[in-house]
């Protein structure tokens, strides 16, 4: 494949608890606000929930043994809120936290590094009732809840990502309604965003405070956004939309300040009375990383009907062949990865982690037991590529953590769309490494400076096949 990336950068793969792990109402979990929205009629694809999703929680040692088979050098998750504090604020189940230590201390048995995530959309039920992130006393509930999370494994985790794409917790999930709590309220939108990114401050305080050896920031979902035309109109509604999605929470953690059009562009809608003295300040608390989550390339155009920002992204379906699209309907084209790291570079010294990316492909298991995903090896061999040109263009990316492990609990989506790495029957559980699987084992193997403890390959070798 001759991809050599520098020597320490991390290969690895991403997932988060309510996606993977089950046992909802096991061990003394609580609910959380995707336990109550995956009740909904319609919200979610089938009616599909993750009381179950990979049954992660009763196969970790399994899974771990994928992940370090292989060869990967680090493993993102996320620590589910409503399995340490079921109710979001007083008593501590402990056996919640004694089953992330089992986990961290599970991945660095097998050598690889575990990076956690401290909230990954699960918000307890309980606290959603009072507002949720809404209501401002969430920020502390957090802050109560990250120094459980610190107290029981800051000594053995060294990488945390203090929020995962505070973007959709804020804007799909309050403004779009198409994400759990499914409210559609600009303000309220706006006031979730901004204690989401508040919260994340704080947590980087208690992180340098009981952690200090270890290294933080913050993951944000970043779309490569353009102009359908060169008209004014379409101009002006694609730089809405940047700022909707990228500027309003990158200038709020590297600069301390929302963008002024995006200020004036939503004072005229609705007060931002959520705004207090000192607020951005914490928001920009000094950060040893920036983590990106890319997807996708948009078009937009204006649209004046559009209600809150006059901006309508066209459908990719419309521009591009059916070949060029993942399952999502989505533009996944390799450039527009480079393009968001080169941005981000441009703005911040910070180093970068990919923090997830991956594509949803209609993958099935053949008659010989294998999943041939032809399409999602072709996306990595060239999104990888697209990393590799700008490391070498001098944009300081530290790594780049595939999304996903397995297929797995899809949000809105539910089941419908796979993303993983390896093929999960959700009637029996069972797993089948894919052929992407097999390819990013290579990957890893061929790296000449690269510490590898196993031969990736050993994992598939002579392994009979597998079927559901």
């Known amino acids: ?17 309510y996606q993977i792990e089950g046992a909802a109402d096991e061990d003394g979990r609580g609910p959380s606000m995707w336990d109550t929205f995956c009740s909904v009629p319609g919200a979610v ?19 771990m043994d994928l992940a370090a088979g292989l060869g990967l050098t680090a493993y993102r998750f996320s620590v589910g809120w409503p399995r340490i504090v079921p109710d979001g604020t007083g008593s501590v189940n402990q056996k919640g936290l004694d089953y992330y230590r089992r986990l ?13 995530t401290l909230y990954h959309w699960d918000l307890p ?8 992130w809404v209501n401002r006393d969430t920020v502390a509930h957090f802050c109560d809840y990250v120094q459980l999370v610190l107290d029981s494994l800051g000594d053995v985790v060294p990488v945390w990502v203090t929020m ?15 994400h759990a709590p499914g409210v559609a309220d600009l303000h309220s939108a706006l006031a979730a965003s901004h204690h989401l990114l508040l919260a994340h401050g704080l947590a980087m305080g208690m992180i340098r405070d009981r952690a200090p050896q270890a290294r933080a920031g913050i993951t944000h979902l970043l779309s490569d956004i353009h102009a359908a035309s060169d008209s004014g109109a379409d101009q002006a509604a694609a730089r809405r939309l940047d700022g909707y999605e990228n500027r309003w929470f990158l200038d709020a953690v590297l600069r301390g300040s929302y963008p002024a059009d995006m200020l004036d562009w939503y004072q005229r809608q609705v007060p931002l009375d959520f705004i207090r003295d000192g607020d951005m300040e914490i928001m920009a608390a000094p950060a040893d990383f920036m983590g990106v989550n890319y997807y996708e390339t948009k078009r937009v155009a204006g649209d004046p009907d559009e209600p809150f920002h006059q901006a309508r992204v066209i459908p990719a379906a419309h521009y591009l062949d059916a070949a060029e699209l993942t399952a999502n ?10 393009r968001i790291l080169r941005r981000v570079h441009e703005v911040t010294p910070l180093p970068l982690y990919i923090t997830e990316n991956g594509a949803a492909y209609h993958d099935y298991v053949d008659p010989e037991g294998g999943v041939d995903d032809v399409e999602r090896v072709a996306y990595l061999t060239a999104h990888f590529g697209e990393t590799l040109a700008a490391i070498r263009a001098g944009v300081d990316v530290r790594g780049y953590f595939v999304w996903s492990l397995l297929d797995n609990f899809e949000w809105a989506d539910g089941y419908s769309r796979r993303f993983g790495l390896v093929w999960v029957d959700f009637g029996t559980q069972a797993r089948i490494p894919k052929a992407s699987a097999r390819w990013y084992a290579q990957l890893i193997t061929d790296q000449p400076a690269q510490l590898i403890t196993d031969q990736p390959a050993q994992l598939f070798a002579d392994q009979p096949a597998q079927r559901p």
């Open 164 to 178: 995962n794409e505070p973007f959709c917790s804020g804007m799909i999930g309050h403004l779009q309604a198409r």
């Open 125 to 132: 039920q309980p606290l959603q009732d009072a507002g949720g």
């Open 1 to 17: 494949m001759s991809m050599h990336f520098p020597p320490g950068f991390h290969f690895g793969v991403a997932t988060s608890a």
């Open 45 to 63: 694809t089938h009616g599909d929930t993750g009381a179950i999703a990979c049954d992660h929680y009763h196969r970790t040692d399994e899974d």
């Open 104 to 116: 961290v201390d599970g991945l660095r048995a097998r050598g690889v590094e575990p990076m956690a």
């Open 329 to 338: 309907g989505i533009d996944a084209r390799p450039a527009g990865l480079g």
